[in-house]
């Protein structure tokens, strides 16, 4: 069993910055990929980015490619999403989840273990 909660999420002005954080107990999270996904009202929930169980390999959607980073420091049993230049329509809530499958980092059925989630507001 793994528990996830994030945090850091807040409101920011278009073309500033954020940095949520997901932090697990339970189990190691070293052993299993992690992924940030994200649900704006009345929109389905859709893939952010990805990061292997080391953080040697990292997938990104392509709204958020060049913008946002995965990272996790599995000393700590976190993962971060740096998230720079934001723009209005990154306004969702944020969810951290884990995984333990291979294979298709962008589908959610991947993903066992899901945080609650964290509110990013962003105003043009």
């Known amino acids: 069993q793994v528990q996830l909660v994030e945090s850091g999420g807040g409101s920011v002005q278009a073309g500033g910055s954020l940095k949520l954080s997901c932090a697990a107990s339970?189990?190691?999270?070293?052993?299993?990929?992690m992924g940030w996904f994200r649900q704006a009202p009345g929109k389905e929930r859709e893939f952010v980015g990805a990061?292997?169980?080391?953080?040697?390999?990292?997938y990104y959607a392509d709204s958020v490619k060049g913008r946002f980073t995965i990272s996790r420091d599995n000393a700590k049993n976190t993962v971060y999403l740096q998230m720079n230049s934001l723009k209005p329509e990154d306004t969702a809530v944020y969810y951290c989840?884990?995984?333990?499958?291979?294979?298709?980092?962008?589908?959610?059925?991947?993903?066992?273990?899901w945080g609650q989630g964290t509110q990013v507001t962003v105003s043009s």
């Open positions: 989840a884990a995984s333990s499958l291979l294979g298709a980092p962008r589908e959610k059925y991947k993903y066992r273990y």
């Open positions: 339970g189990r190691i999270l070293s052993t299993y990929r």
């Open positions: 990061i292997s169980w080391n953080g040697g390999v990292t």
